[in-house]
């Protein structure tokens, strides 16, 4: 079955990077995203990986991924108090499963 | 230049009633979503359309209705609501690219429903 699992909760300081991790289970997924929660708002697509990739990066984010152990993660280096939000992974096999989110607090 | 839109921002009402969610998109997407997100900012899917068809039909009482006028709307009916009901509702949209297939959600700002 589906599942996405991710830890729930992350503080980093101002100025460190900041590492998000997920976990999923359906092999066959084709996109792996990465998704932003700011308090009272909708879901923002930050970035998304094709499951033939090891790695991508943009800006200040870098994503790898680990088809072998179905591992994703989110590198986002230089964290701001901007980047404090929820952060979530979600998996496309047929269609996207959202994982619980991680809140990313930043510490001035 | 919304791009989607949903209408109320927060909902207030008592146990027994009957309610409308609205959503619209201005994207010219192909298929909408509505997401539950409970207290504990899980978010699970309930409903999935694709060109006014429903495609994705998750768990979710008989109470939810979803509607489709039309590709760019996507509605959600709730009859006799409980307490449980009560969450962010978040509407979403997105297009298969041909190129990609990439399928990226955008999201509504969503709706805080709040049963009393």
């Known amino acids: 079955g589906e599942d996405v699992e991710q830890s729930l909760f992350l503080s980093v300081r101002e100025g460190d990077s900041s590492v998000i991790n997920c976990t999923y289970t359906?092999?066959?997924?084709?996109?792996l995203y990465w998704y932003k929660q700011e308090p009272g708002a909708g879901l923002q697509l930050l970035t998304y990986?094709?499951?033939?990739?090891d790695m991508k990066q943009d800006q200040r984010l870098t994503v790898l991924l680990n088809k072998k152990d179905k591992h994703l993660s989110l590198r986002i280096a230089d964290t701001q108090t901007g980047d404090s939000a929820i952060y979530f992974c979600?998996?496309?096999?047929?269609?996207?499963?959202f994982g619980i989110g991680t809140k990313l607090q930043v510490i001035p | 230049d919304t791009a989607v839109s949903q209408t109320p921002k927060y909902l207030v009402t008592q146990m027994g009633n009957d309610k409308s969610i609205k959503c619209e998109q201005n994207?010219?997407?192909?298929?909408m979503y509505w997401y539950k997100q409970d207290s504990k900012k899980f978010l699970k899917i309930m409903f999935s359309?694709?060109?006014?068809?429903?495609?994705i039909n998750e768990t979710v009482p008989n109470r939810f209705s979803p509607k489709s006028p039309d590709k760019a709307h996507l509605n959600l009916h709730i009859n006799s609501l409980e307490l449980g009901d009560s969450a962010v509702y978040f509407c979403?949209?997105?297009?298969?690219?041909?190129?990609?297939?990439?399928?990226?959600?955008?999201f509504g700002p969503g709706t805080r429903l709040t049963v009393t």
């Open positions: 979403a949209s997105s297009q298969a690219r041909r190129a990609t297939l990439s399928y990226e959600q955008y």
């Open positions: 990986i094709f499951s033939n990739m």
């Open positions: 359906d092999s066959s997924s084709t996109y």
């Open positions: 994207l010219g997407h192909d298929t």
């Open positions: 979600a998996e496309r096999p047929t269609k996207v499963t």
């Open positions: 359309y694709n060109n006014k068809e429903l495609i």
